[in-house]
């Protein structure tokens, strides 16, 4: 029973519980992607269907991390299988603990949303915030959740990225961020070239064929 109802696992070479960072990166990959469609969903399909389907998973998918065992859940099994070929990256089990019942508690508020059938922009607000939390932790590594573990918490072992550890950090240099600037310029850029020579209102004309009818479409307004 106790390797059922377990948070992090006892790898050699480790005295503290671990986590697989892949799995965990993997995962919130999987799940920003289905957020994201359910939520595109809305705004085609006119339904919430997918929206509320996607957060009840989601819901689950974090009790099952706090109180069940992360190994477990189901979209860290489906990351973890993804991953399987990867040799893992573990990373200390406290700081994700935390950050998953932060993910329930913005789970109990969407439980709310759901059961008494509630739409407001609050809504929305909390969905599109889930999004960047995944959207972070997957592309980036970033998680949010244990770098506010850490301002409570000095003595830490080792967090994703290792952020938490108190050391000397490679700086990113000025000419890399220098080079940055100067490819948004190129972008922005662009950008005025495409909507100036391009993009006008005359030139921004489509022929859209629907059920043999043909439309003319400018900046967005068709008329038959």
Same mark, same amino acid.
């Given at each position: ?29 999987? /799940?920003?992607?289905? #957020? ?13 269907? +997918? ?12 009790? /099952? ?24 990256? +573990?990373?200390? !089990? ?5 950050? +998953? ?6 789970? !109990? ?12 922009? +609050? ?58 600037? #100067? ?42």
């Amino acid at each position: 029973m106790s390797l059922l109802f377990n948070f992090g696992e006892k790898i050699e070479g480790y005295d503290y519980l671990v986590i697989n960072e892949r799995d965990a990166r993997a995962s919130a990959g999987i /799940m920003f992607l289905l #957020g994201l469609l359910s939520l595109f969903s809305v705004f085609t399909l006119r339904t919430l269907l +997918w929206a509320e389907l996607f957060t009840i998973t989601f819901i689950f998918e974090f009790f /099952m991390r706090v109180f069940i065992n992360p190994k477990y859940a189901p979209y860290m099994l489906l990351g973890g299988l993804i991953v399987s070929n990867q040799k893992p990256d +573990w990373v200390e !089990a406290k700081p994700k603990k935390f950050a +998953w019942a932060l993910g329930i508690v913005l789970g !109990a508020i969407m439980t709310y949303y759901i059961v008494f059938d509630v739409i407001s922009l +609050w809504r929305l607000g909390i969905c599109l915030v889930c999004l960047i939390l995944l959207f972070l932790e997957s592309a980036f590594g970033i998680c949010l959740g244990c770098l506010l573990y850490h301002t409570f918490n000095i003595d830490l072992k080792k967090c994703p990225g290792d952020v938490c550890e108190i050391e000397e950090k490679v700086g990113f240099g000025k000419r890399k961020i220098f080079m940055l600037l #100067g490819f948004i310029v190129l972008f922005v850029f662009t950008l005025f070239m495409l909507k100036t020579y391009k993009y006008t209102d005359e030139q921004n004309i489509v022929i859209v064929d629907d059920t043999k009818k043909s439309y003319k479409c400018v900046v967005g307004k068709c008329g038959e």
